[in-house]
């Protein structure tokens, strides 16, 4: 989340490492030079290089989307851009339906995935959706979330 909600997005030493730490005074360790979990590593690179490259999730207004239980949406959006991150923090899959257009996405637009985690990973493929009526219909694994860019052709 902290890679598109508004603000300079944060990243404490150690991290991105998977340093952790317990009540004072086991509140920081010492970073892990030559086992650092790798993946994490991968997956912060990811994120910020995501950030880096879509100047609305920099400079774009915010405005909430959709709210249900453990489940938020919300959109990023200039005048010329848009995207749509959706969490759903559910033990179960979850289904939405996003008013898309609220962030000035057409209504035949279609949209595509840049970053979704789930459970155990995540991944950058890229998967198109297609709004109807300006409205995005979509399916969540439990304890993902999802990264939608406005197409561009």
Known sequence: M??????APTVYYGDEA???????????????????????IDFHKAVIKM???????????????YSAYN????????????AIIIVNNNDDE???????????L?????????????????STDRLGYHLQSGWLDIGLRKTSAVVLHKMKW
């Open 51 to 65: 950030h880096k490259e879509n100047e609305v999730f920099k400079a774009g207004s915010y405005k909430s989307l």
């Open 2 to 7: 902290q890679m598109t909600w508004p603000g």
């Open 71 to 82: 489940v938020i949406a919300y959109g990023r959006f200039t005048s010329d851009d848009a």
């Open 18 to 40: 998977g340093v952790c730490g317990f009540t004072d005074p086991d509140n920081r360790r010492t970073y892990p030079w030559g086992h650092e979990d790798q993946d994490l």
């Open 94 to 104: 979850v289904r939405a339906r996003i008013p898309a257009w609220e962030v000035g």
């Open 106 to 122: 057409g209504f035949d637009d279609d949209v595509e995935q840049l970053l979704v985690t789930f459970d155990g990973g995540y």
